[in-house]
């Protein structure tokens, strides 16, 4: 080895062979009348073993060591966030498990990895997802996984050696953390190839909210509850065939349940711990995360997917590596799943993989090398009915939902949930959750709130569209702008966050667009979609001033057009 040494004028050669001779584990180099002593010869650092641990529905807020009064989570706090760091604010980047699992585990966007229509499916085939990495550098890898719809059909097996998934039928969704325990342990006893990649996937606290310690319909902590609901009734109540004759005991007895099942959750995820051996444990980076939360009737409704408030999206995340990562502390800042595998790649010895994804590896960050950088985190709901999304950064929130898109419900559940989303979502929500973290207190305007993100928000949420953008950023309230467009050939015409007092009419191949500026000042138009559509003609004006626009080339190409500016 030749090393330079700056400043100094010469070069030194060198060949090292590291051993276990000397007590102080070092090699004395003489060269050139200098004594150099070589403390590089130390054994090469073998791989962490990695043990990422899911946990299904689980929403940040209800874990002890994240404030929560009641002791839902003490072996989790004990053998991971003590020893570990625990992230504060940490962000699904969906609230439902197919998009938010794809996503951690390929480190893209969920919009990324959806079909031509629009709906999330999976791993396609082409991404390299964590386990096919981790595959390539010499780790063995399984996964034991008890939500149904993470299977091998949606992708998700490519790159383990072992995949274990919970039969794809209804009863599955009664099985609990034993059950799976009954396939990791044996697992973990026939002394698993290091390094290795371990993808454990729990249902719990995943509705119905029922466990062995569940007696008589009633959760430990609260069994004095004399009502008629049980924990499978969340279902019903979600689609509102349900009601609660006594609101206030009937939610504190549902969310007990849930407590219920975080604790039951928290006493099998202690037994894998425990069961590793120790010499084991101390070279695993664990990573306890969920793939999304749980509506408690926060805000009046109930389960997950259909809206980006705390309770959907804040998951809890944890990191403990024995040697590497300090013990006990917290880091406050804005992180995204997607962060997970960059930093599972950095760990690993892959720095230049996990530089080449969008996330950010955490490592600097978790070991107080670094600030953590101040990126926002962006989500979207990807289910049924039209877009929402939402941005958050230094504990600002913006959530946008497209309530005047066009919607017909393909069924009578996406219908009751589409009215009771009408009913409680507004255009633009704006919240201070330094100041009020249950976000019950929309500051969006015409209020008096700093929104520099919205641009920010309507870029990001059209980043992973195909197709041609026509919108309008920039309006003055009042103020009025008329766009008419021809196209090539008719095509689909997708209207974006227009407003009540917006207007979209489309003949054939001839789009109109009357829009009115207004103080939310969200960025609006429309999305054309078409093989290849050109548009023929385009004409515009601003209060009845002319405006000269650029035509884009091809709906193919999508760039932003802003209007008005």
Sequence with gaps: MRRTMAGRGFHVARIL??????????????????LLLAGACAEPER??????I??????????????????????????????????????????WTLPSVASLLSGLPPAALVDTKGEPWGLPEAVDAMAERLKRRGYATAAFVANPTVHEGNGFAQGFDHFYVAPYELSSLELHADHLNGEILPWLAAAPAEPFFLYLHYLDPHDPYDNPDVVGGRSPFFPEYRGRLRGSDVHGLYLGR?????????????????????????????AVLDGLPPAVAANTLFVFTADHGEELYDHGG???????????????????????????????????????????????????????????????????????????AFAQHLAGG??????????????????????????????????????RLARLEAYDLAADPGEERNLAPPSPFDVPALPWLARELDRWRDGLRV???????????????????????????????????????????????????????????????????????????????????????????????
């Design 17 to 34: 062979r590291c051993g276990g001779d000397g007590a102080a584990g070092f090699r004395r180099l003489i060269a050139a009348g200098l």
């Design 47 to 52: 791989p962490p073993n990695v043990i990422l």
């Design 54 to 95: 899911v946990a299904d529905t689980l929403r940040f807020d209800h874990l002890t060591f994240y404030g929560y009064e009641r002791p839902t989570s003490p072996r989790i706090e004990r053998r991971l966030a003590a020893r570990g760091v625990v992230v504060e604010e940490a962000y699904a980047q969906a609230p």
């Design 242 to 270: 349900l009601t609660m004759a006594d609101p206030a005991a009937d939610r504190a007895h549902l969310v007990a349940l849930y407590d219920s099942e975080i604790r039951y959750l928290d006493r099998h995820v202690g």
């Design 302 to 376: 109930w389960k997950h997917g259909e809206t980006l408030y705390e309770e959907q999206i804040h998951v809890p995340l944890v990191l403990r590596w024995d040697g590497r990562l300090p013990a006990g502390i917290r880091l406050p800042g804005t992180v995204r799943l997607l962060d997970l595998l960059p930093t599972v790649l950095a760990a690993a010895g892959d720095g230049a993989a996990a530089a080449a994804l969008p996330g950010i590896d955490l490592l600097p960050a978790l070991t107080g090398d670094r600030p953590l950088p101040r990126r926002p």
């Design 386 to 423: 039209p877009a929402r999304a939402m941005v958050v950064l230094g504990r600002r929130k913006l959530l946008l939902f497209d309530r005047q898109a066009p919607f017909a419900p393909r069924d009578e559940r996406e219908r009751i949930l589409w009215q009771q989303d009408v009913a």
């Design 471 to 565: 919108m309008a950023s920039g309006l003055e309230p009042g103020s009025v702008l008329q766009v008419r467009l021809v196209l090539d050939r008719p095509a689909r015409i997708q209207p974006l966050f227009l407003g009540p007092a917006d207007r979209l009419a489309v003949d054939g191949a001839s789009v109109s667009l009357h829009l009115t500026g207004d103080a939310t000042g969200i960025e609006k138009g429309v999305l054309i979609t078409g093989d290849a559509t050109r548009i023929a003609a385009l004409a515009a004006a601003h209060n009845g001033q002319p405006l000269r626009p650029t035509v884009p080339a091809t709906a193919g190409e999508h760039p932003p057009f802003p209007l008005a500016h």
